[in-house]
């Protein structure tokens, strides 16, 4: 079955700086890379998603990356802010017609110092 | 802007004892998935449900869990009989054709 590594754990970045956070998956048939941010006590909030018919996908300040070859796709925030921290999940899908599970990487908590 | 709502937010239990989380979706969704997460580690991912089936599960979703769509509106999971290893943070998710999955604010279960 799939399987998706995410990295760092954990990373800190000064305010204004770039974060970027890194995944891989294992199954060529995964075609669907959403990421979720989660904040203490609330469940994951979709902040951006690609189909990996699209190779970037730009929303503001961030930016989700997908190299189908080499099976990694990456998340770039520009210009943090202390409201960026927070935990932020990568996932992999395959999407069909009733199931479109999703396959979590194991989170990366995001610290923006001010 | 609708949400995914999780009732109750937080279950303490004993062992052996049955649970019920709910989950009211947004209004047009048609599909549903359970995920939980213990403490520390990934979310995975439980059970999808779609036209009152249960279309895909995984290894963790066995005949102590059940899922249902009683009247129209709430999904639930039961879980029969707890185990401590139950212990967790339980999330809904549902999304309409779309492939975007929402997710409610969880249930965190305590098995004792």
């Known amino acids: 079955g799939e399987n998706v590594e995410q990295h760092p754990s954990t990373l800190s970045v000064q305010e204004g700086d770039s974060a970027v956070i890194k995944c891989t998956y294992s199954d060529s048939a995964s075609n669907y890379f959403p990421w979720y941010k989660q904040e203490l006590g609330k469940g994951p909030q979709l902040i951006i998603d690609i189909r990996s018919n699209v190779g970037e996908k730009k929303d503001q300040r961030i930016a989700v990356t997908l190299n189908k070859t080499a099976k990694h796709f990456s998340l770039h925030i520009t210009e943090t802010q202390p409201e960026d921290s927070a935990v932020y999940f990568c996932?992999?899908?395959?999407?069909?017609?009733?199931?479109?599970?999703?396959?979590f990487g194991a989170g990366t908590i995001l610290r923006v110092k001010s | 802007e609708p949400e995914v709502t999780q009732t109750p937010s937080h279950q303490v239990t004993q062992m052996g004892q049955e649970v019920i989380l709910r989950c009211v979706p947004i209004s047009n969704h048609l599909y549903f998935y359970w995920y939980r997460q213990i403490l520390g580690q990934k979310v995975e991912f439980l059970v999808s449900?779609?036209?009152?089936?249960?279309?895909?599960k995984s290894e963790i979703f066995d005949d102590q869990f059940s899922v249902e769509r009683p009247d129209g509106s709430n999904f639930t999971l039961k879980i029969r009989s707890t185990k401590l290893e139950d212990s967790a943070m339980y999330f809904c998710a549902t999304r309409t054709v779309r492939e975007t999955q929402y997710f409610g604010p969880g249930t965190r279960l305590l098995v004792l």
């Open positions: 449900f779609y036209n009152n089936e249960i279309s895909e």
């Open positions: 996932a992999a899908s395959t999407i069909m017609e009733y199931g479109n599970k999703l396959v």
